[in-house]
């Protein structure tokens, strides 16, 4: 029976305060027509955060009580629908009412986890060779404003060799809602994609659900045997509306102003990667800008803690020492025989090029061996670093090869004999 009240005590912002009883934390509500959710419990007193925001709400309004949490409709209608951060449909089409199940569960048994062991292919080759991304694995892309994250998750979105991409969008601008939709519908990957989007212009409370909303659905996917990829954009957004709705409910500010369990928010959303035995998988990326590129600031601070390494993308590319899949010698030892060791050796040699272009920039003068340094860098930055490169993960290891061959001897690189004979081009190839 739903409970229905006449009388609200006080109303802040989007929070709106009443009396009532029999009530828990997340339940859902109707204050007038608006949806809202139960944010906080102090005795009999309920604060509601209301979805669409309180203007044109009064003190008089009702306010009823649904007895169950936020939920969203499951089933394979979802595959290329846009919906909003509180599941109302954005593009137009019906809205979906069956088969509704909760958002924001507990994260999966461990006991029933089993260990990450395949690949996600992606055709970037940063990712492919030198970061390789798994099944099951929970990354964020730290990054600052103005890089190019949304492109480089659209581009993972219709090049991931996975069943289903769930794209979650939190605090974006609308010309990136558009990209990433106008994207994958002219790729041809929208028929596999379920989007969750909560544009900077929408009320607060919706960029909190996107995660919850997206990772629900990804679950159930998972549960019926499907390889799913969970996109979330920006996790920084997420976390300055937790601490938006923390200072509305004047909760003492931890670090920053942050809310004291900014943590356990991040951590109980990551946690939902996970490899169901007998089932599918829930694979997360999320991109977590960083304020002045500071890397100490509690959202990415946080979330190195809880996440299994990081991409950082820094002027436009994966930056090969700042990121690291550590899950990758899960899965880059049964690739290719040669995969390992070509990928040590080759960011080795880029490491020594970055201090040949150090000496060059400050005039010293350039020896033989600078000069071979410089062209490999050059090489490497174009045809394996460029986000535009689109290639399967043997043919980028036939392409460092190439570019190994094209600027060093053989005995030059550091790597074993035996690889050397077995996998070096032979001349006429490079002709």
Partial sequence: ?????????????????????????????????????????????????????????????????LGRPMMVSFSDDLLGRVFDGAGVPRDNGPALTENMIPIGGPSVNPAKRIVPKRMIRTGIP??????????????????????????LLARIAMQAEVDVIVLGGMGLKYDDYLFFRDTLEKSGAMGRTVMFVHTASDPTVECTLVPDLSLAVAEQFALAGKRVLVLLTDMTNFADAQKEMAITMEQVPSNRGYPGDLYSCLASRYEKAVDFEGAGSITILGVTTMPGDDVTHPVPDNTGYITEGQYYLKN????????????????????????????????????????????????????????????????????????????????????????????FEPNETGLKTSLLQERWPKKDALN
């Fill in 1 to 65: 029976m739903q409970k229905v009240y006449t009388k609200i005590e006080s109303i802040v912002g989007n929070v709106v305060t009443v009396r009532a009883s029999g009530v828990r934390s997340g339940d859902l509500a109707l204050v007038g027509e608006s949806y809202a959710s139960v944010i906080k419990l102090s005795g009999d007193l309920v604060s509601l955060q209301v979805f669409a925001g309180t203007q044109g709400v009064s003190t008089t309004d009702t306010v009823r009580f």
């Fill in 126 to 151: 940063m990712i492919d060779v030198f970061n390789t991304l798994v099944e099951s694995q929970k990354l964020p892309i730290f990054s600052v404003s103005g890089e190019p994250y949304n492109q």
């Fill in 316 to 407: 436009g590319h994966i930056e090969p020492f700042g990121s690291l899949s550590r899950l990758k010698q899960n899965v880059n030892g049964t690739t290719r025989s040669d995969h390992r060791a070509l990928m040590d050796g080759m960011i080795r040699l880029y490491s020594a090029y970055k201090e040949s272009l150090e000496k060059k920039s400050m005039g010293f003068m350039m020896s033989e061996w600078d000069e071979k340094l410089l062209k490999y860098g050059h090489l490497f930055e174009t045809k394996l670093m460029d986000l535009s490169v689109n290639i399967p993960l043997e043919e980028a290891l036939d392409l460092g090869w190439e570019i190994l061959a094209e600027c």
